[in-house]
């Protein structure tokens, strides 16, 4: 299963309650019983009528933003146009996986439900379902804000170089593992497999070196600090715990993503 991982705070788990809910209905029904008890809708009482209407409309709306409307996050770049954006809602997404067959293909079934957890709270979620007539269901055992899929130190694991990428403006750990290819930021990143218009890095002989298609610097972070060299199309000594900068461009205007790379190199474990 996958999650996005959210910390909530106490006011916003507290609105999404059935109870808080409760007191906004009993609001509406005090204020429509005010109305009708006192005849505010009498010339000499529209003041006092408008205010508890306005109330009342104040809670409707947020009833109909909270069942009907959409919150997120869009990202719009300066002179282009955007459809979609990221939603505020957090999800549990569950994908079952069996011997179910239709014209020779196996079929996957895709459970997706809104889920709203908080690490300071108690978290509960359960959910039943079925696989071909088979019972399927699961349970939340325990709720990890901020947890990260990551690998542990093992010295008879696979060699893999960690990555501290800082693109969006917080750091973030990618594990590539020798002989593989992965994408950073939709640009492929591959270690000791050659691939044309990726970042290329190699380890030969106890040494790193990064062949990339993009300008960049390498930076000493060490005391001395001696500053860095153009990495574009050659090939250049990556340093391990340096501070490497690729300016990702799309080609056309001004860098799309600066990515901030730091090594190292061990034997992990997933």
């Known amino acids: ?31 429509i019983g005010n109305i009708k008890k006192y005849r505010l809708w009498r010339l000499n009482q529209w003041a006092t009528l408008t205010l508890h209407l306005s109330f009342i409309l104040i809670i409707l709306g947020a009833g109909i933003t909270r069942y009907i409307g959409f919150e997120g996050m869009m990202a719009i770049r300066e002179g282009e146009t955007e459809n979609s954006f990221l939603t505020q809602k957090t999800y549990i997404t569950a994908y079952i996986d069996g011997d179910y067959m239709v014209d020779g293909m196996a079929q996957r079934k895709i459970v997706e439900e809104e889920v709203d957890f908080s690490p300071r709270l108690e978290n509960d979620f359960s959910y039943a379902t079925d696989y071909n007539g088979q019972d399927v269901k699961f349970e939340l055992e325990k709720y990890i804000g901020g947890a990260e899929l990551d690998v542990v130190p093992n010295e008879t694991g696979d060699e893999y170089l960690k990555i501290v990428e800082a693109g969006n403006g917080a750091p973030h750990n990618h594990f590539l593992k020798v002989g593989e290819t992965q994408s950073l930021h939709n640009v492929l990143f591959s270690l000791n497999k050659y691939q044309e218009g990726a970042v290329n890095i190699t380890h030969k002989d106890g040494e790193l070196s990064i062949q990339s298609p993009f300008d960049g610097e390498s930076i000493d972070n060490g005391p001395r600090n001696k500053g860095g060299y153009s990495v574009k199309d050659s ?29 190292t190199k061990s034997h992990y474990t997933v």
């Open 1 to 31: 299963m996958q999650a996005r991982n959210i910390s909530k705070p106490y006011s916003e788990t507290d609105y999404n309650t059935w109870w808080f809910e409760g007191i906004m209905l009993v609001f509406i029904i005090n204020f």
């Open 235 to 263: 090939i250049q000594t990556l340093v391990l715990r340096s501070s490497t900068v690729l300016a990702i461009s799309n080609g056309i205007s001004k860098p799309v993503v600066n990515v901030i790379l730091m090594c």
